[in-house]
């Protein structure tokens, strides 16, 4: 049996995928509005993964943030502690 990329895209759609793609977005922008509200420029959101080791949702969430002029940064450090987090910034 053979699968062809647009089958397994497809199949991936009818498992959830655009949902939870969903769930994510509408998750992060909970999470602008809050920060926005205490008068910052950035918020957590993402563990901090290589591209590889990111989830194909968190990997798409990113791509419609920065299409929508977002970036994004480490965290940083905070209270000494190296924080293994990636903060969206406007």
Not at 38 to 59: A, I, M, Q, R, W
Request: aromatic share 10%; charged share 30%; glycine share 6%.
């Amino acid at each position: 049996m053979t699968i062809t990329a647009s089958e397994a895209r497809e199949l991936s759609n009818k498992n959830g995928f655009e949902i939870q793609l969903q769930k994510k977005i509408q998750s992060i922008e909970r999470s602008i509005k809050r920060a926005c509200e205490n008068g910052k420029t950035s918020t957590c959101v993402f563990p901090f993964y290589s591209d590889y080791e990111k989830s194909d949702v968190d990997l798409k969430a990113k791509e419609h943030f920065k299409k929508l002029g977002y970036t994004f940064k480490r965290t940083g450090m905070n209270g000494g502690v190296p924080q293994n987090t990636e903060d969206i910034c406007w």
